[in-house]
């Protein structure tokens, strides 16, 4: 597993390589522009180019893109819609540019309206953006299911994936904290390698193209995205080390977003991950004779 954490970018591309050698991650996810502007930020080969060298002789191994929240692809308003497709066909040329993974998107929110007909609206929108792009692929993150919120399931996420065409650079960024806020119990190893077993009855595990590591201060099934930092909230240690020591998360791109550094990950955060993976080995090792029963762990409402 390639652990890092989501780091800033400001002053240069390549200034988010230095953060994240820093911190000692494995991996980085950056914004390609303001979240909090439409303008995007306009980068050119030289940027590119000393993305790649900077990270050519570190530890860091994989680069995501999250795509800015102010995307809602789903929309019923067409203005919306137009900048949301214009922000992800940039954030796609950036990271085939620096050579990214992927770019990491939040589908989109129905808000009041009818689901399906939002997951059509943002299929399209997705649909369009790749076929404006080549090389990079796009990842549809799983949410916590609040406010409308496109992607609580895993059969949601199908759905999207379908609607968006099924090309093969669309994959899934699974994130521990909104599954366990959409109803997933992921808090033992036990329990998350059932969820697992959904997603690849649902969505297909060749789709899992990257992961979030996120404790969670709201309880299962509560359909609220709140953060708290690793092993303080409703995860706790065994949790956050269950998910970070999974077997079939091997070799995937696994990036915090929370912690010490006024609210963003900071070294310690990133030790403490590594740390937590070791625990969450040594516990799996020590009760590896014991067959699981299978059981569905989400919680039904």
């Known amino acids: 597993m390639l652990i890092g954490a989501h780091v800033s970018n400001a002053g240069s591309l390549a200034r988010a390589v230095q953060r994240g050698v820093e911190r000692g991650c494995h991996a980085i996810q950056i914004f390609n522009q303001s979240p909090r502007m439409w303008r995007p930020t306009v980068y050119g080969d030289d940027d590119y180019a000393e993305f790649r060298e900077a990270i050519g002789s570190t530890e860091i191994k994989a680069v995501l893109i999250h795509a800015v929240y102010l995307l809602n692809c789903a929309s019923e308003d067409p203005e919306i819609r137009e900048k949301s497709l214009a922000s992800l066909i940039q954030s796609l040329r950036v990271g085939r540019g620096i050579g990214a993974v992927g770019v990491v998107l939040h589908p989109g929110s129905a808000k009041q309206g009818d689901v399906r007909a939002a997951i059509r609206r943002a299929g399209a929108v997705i ?19 609040a406010g409308g919120t496109l992607g609580r399931s895993f059969e949601e996420l199908a759905e999207l994936l ?35 077993d959904e997603f690849d009855t649902a969505v297909g595990l060749a789709r899992l193209g990257s992961l979030h590591v996120n404790d969670s201060a709201a309880p299962l099934g509560s359909n609220r995205d709140r953060h708290a930092l690793l092993g303080a909230g409703e995860l706790g240690d065994r949790g956050c080390g269950a998910f970070l020591s999974e077997p079939r998360f091997e070799r995937l791109p696994c990036v915090l977003e929370t912690g010490h550094d006024k609210g963003a990950p900071a070294a310690e955060d990133v030790t403490r991950a590594f740390a937590l993976r070791e625990r969450g080995k ?11 029963t299978k059981a569905r762990t989400k919680v039904r409402r």
Request: negative net charge; glycine residues 10%.
């Open 162 to 196: 379908s609607a968006a065409g099924g090309s093969q650079r669309l994959g899934v960024c699974l994130d521990s904290c909104h599954l366990l806020a959409s109803g997933y119990d992921v808090r033992t190893p036990m329990a998350l390698n059932s969820v697992i």
């Open 282 to 292: 040594t516990s799996r090792d020590r009760s590896s004779r014991r067959a699981p």
């Open 127 to 145: 649909k369009e953006a790749l076929a404006e792009t080549e090389g990079c692929a796009l990842h549809l993150e799983d949410t916590a299911g």
